[in-house]
C-alpha cells in the first residue's frame, strides 16, 4: 500500500513551494519524522517531514518546480519491495488537474534560458520593409490576445491604463478580471528591456521574490530619516573582551532605549497603533544571494550572554537556510550594521512593514563614532521622538556598562 | 397622501377611479363582475357601474379578448382581465394577432387603446398548468407593451397609465403579490411606466428582478451585505420596451450582473436582458452576466420541488458569492 | 327593383370583376406579389349586402375581401396601391391585400386568421350597444371559418348581450382545397344559429336581389333591438383559393357548370341574348356567371341595352388602367414610415 506524500503548507501566505531536492532515494527506508525532501518557499527552505514510516515510493515530482500545496509529489509504500516496483519515472503532472485542482495559480509558463534578442528581429531592415520596427498594434479591448482569458471589462480597463493584458497574473480561477488589472496597475512598473544588450531571464529565488514584495510594499510608508553621530568605540570594546557581536550589543542598547522611549515599540495598522509589550529586534543579515532578518526575542529583558547565544543559533540556521517564519517576523524594531565594511561612511534603511524604525550603522571613525541614521515610520513617531531616541541611545552607547 | 394597501386594493381602486374618470373604459372578463373577481381586483366595481361596464364573460378567452380589440377600436378603453395567465394561451391570437398588429397594419387608423390584466407566475402547488409564466411569449410580440408592477404603488400607477395608453398593454400580476401589502399614495406622481427603479443602491454587483422576484433580489441584497457585497437591485417594473439606460447605468457601476427571473432560464426574460446588456456593457462586463432563472421542467406540484424549480434568495446569494468572493475553475 | 339599384348592381359587380380580373394579371406579370385572394363568382354576396347597410354601419371582413372594399366606395386606386404596398394604400401600404383598413369609410379591416372577424364585429357591437346607437355590424365569413372556436364563443356572446351583428356568410362550399361535405357534419350554416338562439336564412348567393332583399331586412331587424342574425348565402368562387392554387381538387365539370363556362350553356346564354325571354328569372341559375345572369335579366326587363353594358366596361377599365398607374406612380414606403406608425400611438407617452 501506497500513502501519497504532499507538498505541506509551511506558511499562511505559502500557495506554492519549490522541490529543491529529494533527500532519500526511492526504496529508501524513511522513519516517521525523517527530512525525505527539501522545500523551498516564499520564506525559507524547509523540509518535507514523513508523517509515517515506510519506504520513499515513486513517482516522485521533479525538482525546481512550483508546486501547488496539497499536491502529491510522491509516496511512501509499506514495503521495500513495493517502492522498488513503481518505477521512477517522475511525471511532469504528478495529478492530474481534475483530481486535485489547483487552489493556487498555476503555475508561471517556464521562463526560457537561452538568450533572448533584446530587440527585435526586424532590426536587419529588408529593401520592402520600413528601416524601423513596426510595432505591434495595441490588442483592441476585446480583441484575441495571448496569456489568460479575460474578462470584458479587465481588457477595456488595461487598455485604457496602457497595460499589457498578456503579462498580468490570472486570478484564482485562471482568469483575467479587474482586480487582476488593478494589482498590475499598482505593481512597479517593468523595466524596458528592449534596445539593451541581450539579456537572459533567471528565475529569481523564493527568497528573493519575498524581499522584493515585501520591499515593494514598504516602499509605501511615510517615512523620514534623522542621522547623528553614535560613539560606539568603548561599547565595541567592550563587546570584544566579552565575546558578545557588536551587533548583538547594538541591539540590546536599542531594546534599552525602547523601553525608554515605548513608542517605537509600535506599529501603524488599519485599526490603529499597535502597542507591542515585548521587544524584538530584527538584524539585517545576508544570506544566499538574499536578505533575512533574524529576530531577537524580548532583547530588552534578556542578557546579552543570552542573547549571544540565541544570535549564534539564528546565524548558523541562516546559513543552513533553516530559518522558518517564526524566526524571522514580527520584530518593531531594526537594526542594520554595515559598519564591519569600513568604507561605508554613511547609508540608510528601509522600514520593513510592521516596524516603528530602523537604524542604519556605518563603520566607525577615528574618533570612536559611527554615522548611524535611524528611518521611522512617520505615522508611528515623529522627528522629536527621533531625536530623543537617538540621545538616549547615544548616552547608552557611551556608558555602555549597564548593558552587562 | 399615503395608504397602505393590499395589491389587489390598489388594483381595485385604480379600476374604480379609472371607470369613474373616463366613461369608455369597462372591464370584462371572467368572474370579474357579481363575483368580484378571483383575486378581489373587481370587487364592487358591477354595483357601481352597472353590468354593461363590468362584463362577466363566458369562458371564451380568444373571443372575450378579441372583443375587446373589436371595442378598442373604435375608441372605447376596455379592461380585459384574464383570469390566469394560462388562460391567455387560448387568447394568444387575439391579443398576437389581432391586439398587437392592428394598429400597425390599419396604417395607423385603428390604435388599440387596450388593457389586459393577467395574474400568474407559481403561487402554491396550483401544478404544471396553472404555475406558468407568459413573459418570453409575449415579449417577442412588436406592438405590445409589458407591465410587471411589483409594488401596490405600481400596482395602482402603472395600471392608470396602462388604461390611459393607446396602445395594447399586458399588465402581469403575480398570484403571490395580490396579498402583499404597501404604502399606495393616489394622487403622487407615477414615473413613466416603462421605467426601471433602483430599489436598493449597490456598487458591487447589480440584480435586475421584475414582479415577485424583486423581494426575493432584495433578501439577498440584505444577506450579501453580511459578506461585504453591495448588491444594487433594480426592480425593471416593464419588460417591453426594457429601460436599457438604467441597466447600463447599473453595470457600468457594478461591472458584475445577476438577472433573477422566475421564468425558465431557456430563451426566458433573462436571455433578452443577458443579450442586451453584453451588447450595451461589453466592455464593462468583468465577469459573464449570470441567470438565476426557473429550471427548464413543467412546474412540480410536489411543494419541496415546486419550490426548488423556481429561484429564491438564496440562490441569488450564491451567485453573487460565485461570481464575485469565489472565483474558481469550476465555475 | 328600380332601374337605378340595379344598374348600380350591375355597376359593381362589373367594377368587382374587373378589379380582379386586372389585380391577378398585375400579379402575373410580376408587380404585385403576396398571397392574393379573389373574388369572382362572388360577387353578387358583397354588392347586394354592403348595398344595404348604412354608411354608419361597420364592415369586418376577411382575406378576400378587395371586392367589399371597393363596394363600400374605397377608390380602386387606394386599394390597387396597396396590394402594390405602397404609402398611397388604404392601409397605407402596411396591409397589404389581406388586409384593408379604412376608418372614414368604417371598414374595420380584412382578417387573415380564420374566424378573427367574429371576436372583432362582437367587440364593435358592443361598442355600439356601450353608446345605444342605430348601427350594425356586417360580420363576413367563410364556410370554413365556422368551425373555428371563435365563431361558436362570439356567437355565443353576441346572442347573450344581444349585440348588433349581423353575420354573413359567404359559403363557397370550399375551405381552401376541403369541399364542405369533408369538413363541416352540417352543411346547412345557417342552421349553426340555431344552437345561439341566432335567428338565420339561408340564401341564393348568386342572386345580388335577393342578397340586397335579405340583408336589408336583417339590418332593420338588428337595428330594431333584435340582436344578431345570420345569412348564409350560397354562392361559389371560379378561381382556386388564391393565386397560388391551381383548384385541381375541384372536378372540372362543376367548376365550368359554376362559372358559365360549358360551351353548351355560353350558346344558350347568346340566344336569350338575341332573344330575351318575356318574364324575369325566378331564381339564380348557378350554372351561369352570376353577373351574367344579372346582365340578362337587365336585358329582360329593359333595364340597359347590351351598348350600356359596353360603356359600363369602358369606364371601368379606364379607372382600373388610372388605378394601376396610380399604384405604379406612388413613392415607395421607408423604414422611417414603418418605425413611425409602429410608435405613433405613444408619441405623446414619456415612456422611461
Redesign the interface.
Known sequence: MKHPILMPVLSDTMATGRLTQWVKSIGAKVSKGDAVAEVETDKAVLEVEAFSDGYLAGPLAPVDQDIPVKQVIGYLADTAEEAVQTGQTAPADPVPASEVPPVSPPPKPSLPTEPIPAAPAAAEPSPTSPAEPVPAPQAFPGGPSEGHAASPYARALAFDLGIDIAQVAPGPDGKVQAPEIVAALLAPAQPPLNYGPPYRLESPTKSREAVARTMMAASATPSFRVTARLPIRELQHQAASRQVSLTVALSKACALTIQAYPRFNAVWTNEGLALRDRIDVGIAVEAQDSLITPVLRDAGAKSLADLQSVWKDLLNQTKSARLGPKDYSGATFYLSNLGVYPVVRQFDAVVPLGASAILAVAAMDSDGSAQCTLTCDHRVVFGADAAHFLTHLASQLATPDSLW | MDENLFYWQAVNIALDRAMEEDPDV?VMGEDVGLYGGTYRATENLMAKYGE?RV?D??I?E???????????????R?LIEIMTLNFALLAL??IV??AAK??????????VPLTIRMPGGVAKQLGAQHSQRLEHTLMNV??L?IAVPFTPQDAYGQLRQAIR???PIIVLEHDLLYFSKGAVDLDAQAP????AIVRRAGTDITCAAYSLMVAEALAAAETLKESGISMEVIDLRSLS?I?W??LQQSVEKTHHMIIAEEDSGFAGAGAELAATVQERCFYSLDAPVSRVAGMNIPIPFNAALESAAIPHAADIVVAAKKMLLERSQTS | MDHERLQGFLYDMLLARAFEERAAQEYTQGHIAGFLHLYPGEEAVAVGSIRAAEPSD?I?STYREHVHALIRDIEPKKIMAELYGKST???????GSM?L???ERRF??G?A?VG?T?????????????RHLPEVVLCYFGDGAVNQ??FH??L??AA??KLPVLFICENNHYQIGTEIHRHSAVVDVYKRAASYAIPAEQVDGMDVEQVYAHTHSALDRIRAGGGPYLLEFQTYRYRGHSMADPGAYRPPAEVRAFGGQDPILLATRELARHNPPSKSAQASDPAMDVIQQHIDKGFAAGHWQQEDVATMKAQIQQILDEAVAFAQSSPSLSMDD?VY??N???AH????
Open positions: 369597462f354593461l362584463r364573460t363566458p371564451s380568444n373571443s372575450f379578448t378579441g372583443l375587446g380589440v373589436g371595442a378598442a377600436m373604435t375608441g372605447l376596455p391570437d387575439s394577432n389581432l392592428i394598429p400597425f397594419m390599419s396604417g395607423g387608423q385603428f390604435p412588436p406592438g407593451r395608453s393607446n396602445d413613466p411606466m416603462h421605467r420596451p429601460d439606460k438604467c | 361597420y369586418v394604400g388604404v392601409s397605407r401600404g402596411m396591409g388586409h383598413f379604412d376608418k374595420m379591416g382578417y386568421i378573427e367574429f371576436p372583432i364585429a362582437a367587440g364593435i357591437g358592443y361598442s355600439i350597444l356601450y372556436g371563435t364563443e362570439s355565443n356572446m347573450l348581450w414603418a406608425l409602429a405613433q400611438n405613444h407617452e414619456v415612456l422611461f
